[in-house]
């Protein structure tokens, strides 16, 4: 998630100049819902994208996991986008929570942190180890074998 991170930096940075560069916006409150809206859309189309297109984005490539149907096939673009939209599950409930209870200072970190190590436990609940998301989309992660290409040697004299 780390890594994934590092990488939508730089893809949520250019998408937010963008779009303050086009609304010419002023104030970062200014159309602030419209600006979320279009980074949530913009990241819905990244994951998307990259799991229809190989299942894979740029760091699961990295790591060597690959998302896929229960069933070993590629995912479809419904498919991809249900997955995405119930991977928010990890933050919305501490959120909504913070939010509902006016949380402030720390209880804002601590509220959201509880509610995704509680979306991670999910994956003790079934015997494939997947997590909750994953489940209800019927989609699976998978560990690919490390690739042994041949080794290239140089003359030796």
Do not use: C
């Amino acid at each position: 998630m780390v890594y994934e991170a590092m990488l939508l930096f730089g893809v949520l940075f250019i998408s937010g100049y963008l779009f303050s560069t086009l609304t010419q916006q002023r104030h970062g409150l200014y159309l602030r819902g419209a600006m979320e809206t279009w980074l949530f859309l913009v990241l819905a189309a990244y994951f998307s994208w990259f799991w229809v297109h190989g299942g894979q984005t740029l760091a699961m490539k990295t790591w060597r996991i690959r998302v896929e149907r229960t069933d070993g096939k590629d995912l479809p673009a419904w498919q991809a986008l249900l997955r995405y939209v119930l991977a928010w599950m990890w933050f919305l409930p501490g959120l909504l929570l913070a939010w509902l209870i006016n949380a402030k200072g720390w209880m804002l970190v601590l509220l959201p942190a509880a509610s995704m190590v509680a979306w991670a436990l999910t994956m003790y609940l079934g015997p494939d180890r997947q997590f909750l998301h994953d489940r209800l989309a019927r989609t699976r992660l998978v560990r690919l074998p490390l690739k042994l290409g041949k080794r290239k040697r140089g003359r030796q004299r």
